[in-house]
């Protein structure tokens, strides 16, 4: 194993420790300050009792793992790019999480208010990366290696959609005990070992952020201690979106991230199917995991059966990154 993986390695065991050490540090004050998870009336009847357990646990995710980026941070400007987009999207999330709990209510920011939020996150992330060398509007394609696409000036666009793609996505999957974590580290996990391949400077922080969500996994699974909140989902999200681009790899997303695609889709097609028959559902419930849930699968088996898809994915974007 070489220096770079080595020093990945390294990242992702001082990122896992420091969640070992924090969460259980972090759970009392939660509980104490009352930072509850809201559990929405219309859902599965079985989420009833996880109304108050802490939420907001996505702030242990993002301290955790900026311990361990901020190791390996100097000299590199990559690596400050995507913990500066981290922190701005658990900001956001932050501020999303902290009115439902103040409000006592299902909904914190308005959806325009996120959108914004959004757009601004991914536009300071996108001007910032431009002024770097590592800066490309090339894409690399699943499957073809040898192949490439240049969006130029529209590239901009498409890197905002990524964005919105992906923090929307980690946001609708985070709604049982380990779903969002165990998905997201997984996916994460592909692009560490992309990251490696292609010698990218944002190796070490990717491997500080499998260590954090694996650390957070011990007090998020079944039964959870502790939720991650839109502060966690949202910050992930935004990971994920900015380490697929500074890998030329955003395509890669609709394979290795399938379930957030499917997770996303679920809610569309809800909405629209309830808008064209003016009050029809498609999906028992969405998004697709609470459908499973009402069809009778117990969370653990859902939750199992996600990351199992997610693993899969993975290896078919393995295979997608070496070519037919």
Not at 257 to 274: K, N, P, W
Not at 276 to 303: C, D, N, Q, Y
């Amino acid at each position: 194993m070489d220096n770079a993986m080595n020093t990945a390695v390294y990242a992702l065991l001082i990122a896992f420790v420091a969640n070992i050490v924090l969460c259980p540090m972090l759970i009392p004050s939660l509980i104490r300050f009352k930072f509850g998870q809201y559990v929405r009336d219309d859902g599965p009847a079985g989420h009833a009792k996880k109304a108050g357990t802490p939420t907001m646990g996505g702030i242990m995710i993002i301290i955790s793992f900026l311990l361990a980026a901020l190791v390996f941070m100097r000299g590199n400007p990559e690596a400050v790019a995507i913990i500066m987009v981290t922190i701005g999207f658990g900001v956001l999330g932050f501020l999303d999480d902290f009115i439902k709990i103040t409000k006592r209510r299902s909904l914190g920011l308005r959806t325009y208010q996120k959108l914004i939020g959004q757009i601004v996150i991914s536009v300071v992330f996108v001007l910032y990366w431009s002024t770097l060398e590592s800066y490309s509007t090339i894409l690399r394609i699943p499957f073809f290696p040898t192949l490439e696409f240049n969006l130029g000036f529209l590239y901009p666009i498409f890197a905002c959609f990524i964005f919105l793609a992906s923090t929307n996505g980690a946001n609708l999957t985070d709604g049982l005990d380990g779903l969002a974590t165990g998905v997201t580290a997984l996916i994460v996990t592909f692009f560490l070992f992309a990251a490696w391949i292609f010698d990218s400077p944002v190796l070490p922080v990717t491997g500080a952020m499998v260590g954090s969500l694996l650390g957070f996994l011990l007090f998020n699974s079944h039964p959870a201690k502790l939720y991650m909140g839109d502060t966690g989902s949202l910050a992930l999200g935004g990971f994920v979106a900015a380490i697929a681009l500074m890998l030329r790899m955003p395509l890669f997303l609709a394979i290795v991230a399938i379930i957030y695609v499917i997770e996303s889709l679920s809610v569309l097609i809800q909405v629209g199917y309830f808008r064209i028959t003016k009050g029809g559902r498609f999906f028992k419930m969405a998004p697709i995991h609470h459908a499973f849930e009402l069809s009778g699968w117990p969370e653990t088996k859902i939750v199992a059966f996600f990351n199992v898809v997610t693993a899969m994915a993975c290896l078919l974007g393995y295979l997608a990154l070496q070519g037919l």
